[in-house]
């Protein structure tokens, strides 16, 4: 008879998702990761496979929950441009939140470029649906002339997520609200 897991598989998984968010994959070590995620060697095998496998469940995770949520904010406005400054100004918000602000989907780009298939798929698709939902909402503000009518929708969105990627870079290193919220701006100054 198969033993009863003795913890919560989601709420270890999240914690996992912190230790990847903060030290990546090479830079975590597996004593750490099972330290925090309070479970022994054999049930991360049990549950997960091994530690490859679990970051990429882990990294999956982060990215679909962090992407709906950030495409909900941005389709949350009737205003195209409300809609595309709120995610701005929640990206800046998360990040000021915490003390040392990091993103696992950052963090595997930063960490693994393109060489590993499984990472750069699931970083494709999520930047691919971020940058499509952009790209519509961008269309939406030229169409109703709340953005330049010369704007590109795909130039603009590229440059609307390199802005967030930038926010929360700039926010772990250290940049004041100020210096955040100037990003902002000059970036919403830059569709109009």
């Known amino acids: ?63 679909t929950e962090s992407i709906a949520a950030q495409v909900t904010i941005l389709n949350g406005k009737p205003s195209p441009i409300k809609g595309v400054e709120a995610l701005l100004q929640t990206m800046i918000r998360t990040a000021l939140a915490d003390p040392a602000p990091a993103c696992l989907g950052i963090s595997a780009v930063c960490e693994f470029g393109r060489s590993e298939r499984e990472v750069t798929l699931v970083t494709e698709v999520s930047g691919r649906t971020l940058r499509t939902a952009l790209e519509k909402r961008i269309a939406e503000a030229i169409g109703t002339a709340e953005a330049s009518a010369d704007l590109d929708p795909a130039e603009a969105a590229h440059f609307i997520l390199a802005t967030l990627t930038g926010i929360k870079v700039a926010a772990r290193s250290g940049a004041s609200s100020e210096v955040l919220h100037g990003i902002a701006r000059t970036a919403l100054r830059s569709l109009r």
């Not at 598989?9 to 230790?19: P, S, W």
């Open 1 to 63: 008879m198969a033993r009863q897991k003795e913890f919560d598989r989601e709420t270890v998984l999240k914690r996992a998702i912190g230790v990847f968010s903060n030290h990546g994959f090479e830079g975590t070590s597996t004593d750490v990761l099972l330290k925090t995620m309070g479970i022994s060697r054999q049930s991360m095998y049990d549950t997960f496979g091994d530690k490859w496998k679990l970051y990429l469940e882990a990294l999956q995770r982060y990215v």
